[in-house]
C-alpha cells in the first residue's frame, strides 16, 4: 500500500510546484470561514516559523520519505496561510463605524472620485467627525452636488452606516470587504458639500487627479461615451447605465465592461505591434538586436500606464503581472503558455493580500485563465499552406476557432464562480460572446483607447463617438439574446464547501497524471449532491427584525414592507440568494394583503400576523402593546411555533420560542422548512458589533443556539 502511494506521489513531484499555491489558499480559507475569531496571540511569529520550517524541509528533502514530505509541506503550506491571513488580518486594524450616525458633519480630504452612471461617489480620507475616531468614508453625494476636486478638504452633513455584515447564510459581506479595502464607513449625503481648502501633496494626487481629468474633458460627449471610457479605461465598473448592464450581463457580456486581462492582453498586444513594426523601420537597430525586445520594453511600459489609470484593481494586477512574465518568457525564449508562471503570480498576490482568495474577480479571471494556459499550450495556430490565399482562409478559420475555444473555455471555468457569488448563469453567454466580442475587441475597444488619448491631446472626439455608435450596436444585439428564453437561470446558494470541493476535484483532473485522477468525478458528483440538497431557507430577518421575508406558493419571497432604512440592499441579496429577480417596490408589499397559499399562507389582525407552513407557524408582532400584552398567550399557543418581534422583550418562559433583538442579540437569523433557526452571528474582526464587543472586553452570549430543530423548541417552550 505505501509503496504505492510512493510511486504514486513520485510521479507527481514534478507538479508539487502547481499545488503549493492552491494549499497556501486552503489554510487562508480555513481562516476567513471560521465562524469566530481565533484568539491567537502573535500569529506573525507562528507564520514566519511554518515558513522557516517550510524553508528548511525543501532544503533537505531528499532526507524525507515521499509520503512524511508530502504530508509535512502541505501541513506547513496550510498553517503559514492560515497565520498569514491572520496577521495580515490584525496588521491592517481598520477604523471601522460602530453604529449609524444621522445628520453629522463629516471633515476630511477627497482621496478618490468613483463615478456612477447617476451620480458620484466620493471617498474620504483621514475623515473627522466629533463622535467617531478618524477613518476613511465613502459618502454618496447629492444629484445636485458637483464633484469636487482630488486633494479638496470638504465638509458635508452626512448619514453614516457601518458597513452591514451579512444578511442571511451565503450572502456578501460587505464588512469584511470594507475592512479589507481600508473603508470604515459609508453613507450619503445630507446636503450640498463644502469646499474647506486644498491639500495637494504625494504621488496619488496626481494619479487621481489626472483620472479625474479625463473623466471631465469626455463628460461633455454624453452619459454613454462617458461611462464606457470610465468603465474600460479609468476603472469605474458602475459607470455605465443600470439597465445596459443588465442587458449586457443577461447577454453573458459582463467580463467585457470590467477591467481584466481581457483588456489588459488587448492593449499590451497592440502596443507590442505598434512598436514592433516601428523598431523594424530602423535596419540599424534590427541588425543587430531583435525588434521585438524593446517593443517588448515599451509595451509594458504603457500596461503599467494603464494599470494605474485604470484604478489597479485585483483582476488588472493579475493580468498585469502574467503579461509581465509572458514578456519575460517570450524575450528569452520560452513558451507563454505555462502553468507554472501563472501559479506563481497566485500565490505571490495571495501575499500581497490574502482577502484576494475570497473575492470574485480574482477567482474568475484566475479560473479562465488557467483554463486557457491548460487546454492552449499544447495547441498549435499556424497556416500550414504555402499559398497565399489558402493562407488568408486557414487565418481566418484560426481567428474564428480560437475565439470560440476561448469564450467556450472561460466561459466553462468561470461559470462556477459567477453561481457562486452572483447567483446566475446567462444561458446565451457562448452566444453573446461569439457575436459581441469580436466586434468589442476590434471596434469599441481600440476606439476607446485611441479616443480617449486623442481626446486628452487634440480635443478631437470623432473616435469616442463612433465608439458610442458601435456600442450601441452591440447594446441591440446584447438586447436580442437578454430576450430569448430563459436567457438567465437564477441559481440558489452555494455552499462554500461545495465550491472548494468542485475547484478541487477539477484540479485533480487536470493536474494528476495517473488514472487515479478519476476520483475527481466522483468528488465532483459529491459537491453537486451537495448543492442540491441543501436546504432553503423560508424566511429571512434583518438584525432588528424590522425588515422580513417569507416564503410563498410561487416559490418567490414575500416582504413585509417597500423599503429598508438601515440596509437597503437586503432585498435584492435575499432574493438572489432565493434564485429568483430583484423585485420591484411595487412587488415588495405588506403582509396580509393579497397572500393567500396552501402551502404558505399568512393571515393578519390588530398588529399580529400568522405565518403558516406545513411543518411549523410563527406570530410576527409589529406593534408594541399586543406582544406586551399576549406575550404569554403567544409562547403558549398550541399552533404557534415561534414568536418574532422587532420590540426588545424577553421572557425567560418561552427563551427559545421568543424570537427578538433581546433573546438572540442584534443578528441576522433565517428558518428553513423543517423549523431550523440558524442565526448569523458576526463575530468576526471585520464586523463592527464584534469589534465593539472586544473593546469592551466582553464576549457576545454563546447560550443562544445556532440551529434550533422544531422538536427542542416545542419541548423547551412547554416548560
Known amino acids: 500500500m505505501f509503496d504505492r502511494i510512493s510511486k504514486f506521489l513520485e510521479s507527481e513531484y514534478f507538479n508539487f510546484v502547481l499545488w503549493a499555491p492552491f494549499v497556501l489558499a486552503t489554510g487562508m480559507l480555513f481562516y476567513f470561514g471560521l465562524r469566530n475569531e ?26 524525507f520519505n515521499i509520503i512524511i514530505y508530502t504530508i509535512l509541506t502541505s501541513i506547513l503550506l496550510i498553517g503559514f496561510g492560515f497565520m498569514y491571513a491572520n496577521a495580515y488580518t490584525r496588521a491592517l486594524n481598520t477604523t471601522m463605524l460602530m453604529r449609524p450616525a444621522r445628520s453629522i458633519v463629516v471633515t476630511g480630504t477627497v482621496s478618490e472620485l468613483e463615478y456612477m452612471s447617476d451620480r458620484t461617489k466620493v471617498w474620504i480620507k483621514n475623515a473627522k467627525t466629533e463622535k467617531y475616531p478618524e477613518m476613511t468614508m465613502r459618502i454618496t453625494l447629492a444629484d445636485q452636488d458637483v464633484a469636487p476636486k482630488i486633494g479638496d478638504v470638504i465638509s458635508v452633513n452626512s448619514t453614516l452606516f457601518a458597513p452591514s455584515a451579512p444578511d442571511a447564510p451565503g450572502a456578501f459581506d460587505f464588512a469584511r470587504w470594507a475592512y479589507f479595502n481600508n473603508m470604515g464607513a459609508v453613507g450619503f449625503a445630507n446636503e450640498n458639500i463644502e469646499i474647506v481648502s486644498r491639500d495637494i501633496h504625494g504621488f496619488n494626487y496626481y494619479l487621481q487627479s489626472a483620472r479625474n481629468y479625463a473623466h471631465k474633458r469626455i463628460a461633455p460627449l454624453g452619459l454613454t461615451i462617458t461611462g464606457l471610457v470610465d468603465a474600460l479605461i479609468l476603472g469605474h465598473n458602475k459607470a455605465l447605465s443600470l439597465n445596459d448592464s443588465e442587458i449586457i450581463k443577461a447577454a453573458g457580456l459582463s467580463h467585457i465592461l470590467s477591467i481584466s486581462g481581457l483588456h489588459m492582453t488587448l492593449i499590451g498586444g497592440w502596443l507590442f505591434a505598434f512598436f514592433f513594426m516601428l523598431f523594424k523601420m530602423v535596419p540599424i537597430w534590427t541588425r543587430r538586436h531583435p525588434a521585438r525586445t524593446p517593443a517588448m520594453i515599451l509595451a509594458w511600459i504603457g500596461l503599467l500606464i494603464y494599470l494605474l489609470i485604470s484604478g489597479s484593481r485585483v483582476a488588472t494586477m493579475r493580468a498585469f503581472f502574467m503579461t509581465s512574465l509572458g514578456f519575460l518568457a517570450l524575450m528569452s525564449y520560452r513558451s507563454v503558455f505555462s502553468l507554472r508562471i501563472l501559479c506563481l503570480i497566485f500565490g505571490l498576490l495571495l501575499l500581497i493580500n490574502p482577502h484576494f482568495i475570497l473575492e470574485a474577480g480574482f477567482q474568475m479571471s484566475l479560473s479562465a485563465v488557467i483554463g486557457l494556459i491548460y487546454f492552449f499550450r499544447n495547441m498549435k495556430f499556424r497556416p500550414t499552406s504555402e499559398s497565399r490565399i489558402i493562407r488568408i482562409f486557414q487565418n481566418i478559420w484560426i481567428f474564428l476557432k480560437s475565439a470560440f475555444l476561448t469564450s467556450v473555455i472561460a466561459g466553462g471555468f468561470t461559470m462556477p464562480f459567477v453561481a457562486y457569488h452572483f447567483h446566475t448563469i446567462p444561458l446565451y453567454g457562448l452566444l453573446g460572446n461569439m457575436i459581441c466580442l469580436p466586434f468589442f475587441t476590434f471596434a469599441i475597444m481600440p476606439l476607446a483607447l485611441i479616443g480617449t488619448i486623442l481626446i486628452l491631446i487634440t480635443g478631437w472626439s470623432y473616435p469616442l463617438i463612433l465608439m458610442g ?58 459537491s453537486v449532491i451537495g448543492f442540491l440538497n441543501h436546504p432553503k431557507p423560508i424566511l429571512y430577518s434583518t438584525p432588528n427584525s424590522e425588515t422580513l421575508a417569507v416564503m410563498t406558493d410561487s416559490g418567490h419571497l414575500r416582504f413585509n414592507k417597500p423599503r429598508s432604512v438601515d440596509n437597503p440592499f437586503v432585498f435584492e441579496s435575499w432574493a438572489s440568494l432565493n434564485a429568483q429577480p430583484y423585485p420591484e417596490r411595487e412587488m415588495r408589499r405588506a403582509f396580509g394583503s393579497g397572500f393567500d397559499g396552501h402551502k404558505y399562507s399568512m393571515n393578519c389582525l390588530d398588529g399580529v400576523c400568522i405565518y403558516n407552513t406545513p411543518k411549523w407557524s410563527t406570530g410576527i408582532v409589529f406593534k408594541f402593546v399586543p406582544l406586551f400584552r399576549s406575550i404569554d398567550e403567544l409562547c403558549y399557543h398550541p399552533d404557534l411555533t415561534f414568536t418574532i418581534s422587532s420590540f426588545g422583550v424577553t421572557s425567560p418562559k418561552c427563551w427559545v420560542r421568543l424570537i427578538t433583538p433581546n433573546q438572540i442579540g442584534l443578528n441576522p437569523f433565517v428558518i428553513y422548512e423543517n423549523g431550523d433557526v440558524e442565526i448569523i452571528y458576526s463575530n468576526r474582526i471585520w464586523h463592527p458589533n464584534n469589534r465593539r464587543i472586544q473593546n469592551t472586553n466582553q464576549m457576545p452570549a454563546q447560550s443562544d443556539q445556532q440551529h434550533v430543530d422544531r422538536t427542542q423548541t416545542k419541548s423547551q417552550g412547554s416548560h
Request: charged share 10%.
Open 38 to 63: 481565533p484568539n491567537i496571540p502573535h500569529p506573525s511569529i507562528f507564520a514566519a516559523l511554518f515558513a522557516a520550517i517550510f524553508a528548511g524541509v525543501i532544503k533537505f528533502r531528499r532526507k
Open 469 to 526: 455608435h458601435c456600442y450601441d450596436i452591440m447594446v441591440q444585439i446584447a438586447t436580442w439574446i437578454s430576450n430569448l428564453p430563459y436567457a438567465t437561470l437564477h441559481i440558489p446558494t452555494i455552499p462554500g464547501w461545495t465550491l472548494m470541493l468542485f475547484v478541487f476535484s477539477v484540479l485533480i483532473l487536470m493536474l494528476v497524471k495517473s488514472k487515479i485522477k478519476h476520483i475527481g468525478w466522483g468528488m465532483i458528483a459529491i
